[in-house]
């Protein structure tokens, strides 16, 4: 990409979005196209259409969704698979139509069966059952690898899927009904730390296993395939490293500087048993990630807690 490409990141406002543009700035990339969820709503699929014949952007980050975690993926079933169905299917259709150069479309590591072996490698999607609490979002990510892979073997169309693993870091949610684990967590811990609550509750038995990478290095490794992969199929991005619920909790307990317990709640879900994406394509690519999932988690609470002094 050229450093005055006009470029197009769908979602700028989330978790993802934003630190792709955070990244392509400070990388020296000006021209950006960023419309929020009232200035464009990209289930509407005239709106959408409009939007790309006027804007004819060269390159579309489709960092778009409707996202949240385990609960939420199961509760909002049906909004879950619809907006991300809808969303994705017209901004690349679109992109299609108006000759966009290429675009890079965000999955999940949900994408693989629920019982896949360990690590995953790109090729076990669709070898096997999905994990029931988030089959919806995980049908819809598959569906927009599918689309990207349909367009480029149909048109010719560069465009290309990455898997991230469990991400965190600026913008995240912190809601803790819809929130993922971690960001959840950092707020249990600090709240029950500010009011001097004797324990902490995690949900689930602790024993699942999660990879987590900070989103400015997903950022990072989407701006180097960007430049550098031009083929089907999907790129996993994770640091190649996991830890379990417990262990998590241990290390942002201490982080925080809670010195109460910790309980478990087993009437919630643990989901999948184990994610941790095989990252060796990637690898032999030429990317590693760069911060540790310690580093990372000083830097998240760090912010947190400056934005959030008294409960
Ligand atoms: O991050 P999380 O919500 O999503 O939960 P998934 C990960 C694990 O942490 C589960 C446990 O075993 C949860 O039961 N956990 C413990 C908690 N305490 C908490 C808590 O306070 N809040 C939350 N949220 N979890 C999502 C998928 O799966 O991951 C999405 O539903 C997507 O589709 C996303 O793939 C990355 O890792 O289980």
Redesign the pocket.
């Known amino acids: 990409m050229d450093l005055n490409a006009k470029i197009y990141i769908a979602g700028h406002r989330g978790m993802v979005g934003s630190a792709v543009n955070r990244f392509l700035k400070k990388t020296g990339y000006t021209n950006f196209i960023l419309k929020n969820s009232s200035e464009l709503d990209l289930t509407n699929q005239h709106a959408v259409n409009t939007f790309f014949e006027a804007e004819k952007p060269e390159y579309v980050f489709l960092a778009a969704a409707r996202?949240?975690?385990?609960?939420?993926?199961?509760t909002y079933r049906a909004d879950f698979i619809y907006e991300n169905l809808m969303m994705e299917s017209n901004v690349i259709h679109a992109a299609y139509k108006e000759g966009v150069k290429k675009l890079l479309f965000f999955g999940?590591?949900?994408i693989y069966p629920k019982f896949a072996p360990q690590p995953m490698k790109e090729e076990y999607m669709l070898t096997g059952l999905l994990?029931h609490?988030?089959e919806p979002?995980?049908i819809s990510k598959i569906a927009g690898i599918k689309l990207c892979d349909a367009y480029r073997a149909q048109y010719g169309c560069n465009f290309i899927s990455v898997m991230p693993?469990?991400?965190y870091g600026p913008n995240d949610n912190y809601d803790?009904q819809n929130?993922?684990?971690?960001p959840?967590?950092i707020r249990?811990f600090h709240e029950a730390k500010l009011n001097n609550e004797s324990s902490v509750t995690?949900?689930?038995t602790?024993a699942?296993r999660?990879e987590f990478l900070h989103v400015d290095d997903l950022a990072e490794a989407c701006c180097f395939l960007m430049g550098s992969y031009n083929e089907e199929g999907l790129v996993n991005i994770g640091a190649g490293e996991d830890i379990t619920?417990s262990e998590l909790?241990l290390l942002i307990k201490e982080i925080v500087g809670f010195e109460g317990t910790i309980e478990f709640d087993h009437s919630?879900?643990?989901?999948?048993p184990r994610?941790l994406l095989d990252v060796s394509k990637l690898t032999s690519l030429g990317w590693t990630y760069n911060i540790s999932l310690r580093e990372g988690l000083k830097r998240v609470y760090d912010e947190y807690s400056a934005q959030h002094l008294v409960n």
């Open positions: 996202v949240g975690g385990i609960m939420a993926n199961n999940s590591s949900c994990e609490t988030n979002y995980a693993t469990n991400l803790l929130a993922h684990v971690l959840s967590l249990k995690v949900w689930g602790g699942p999660r619920i909790a919630k879900p643990d989901g999948t994610k």
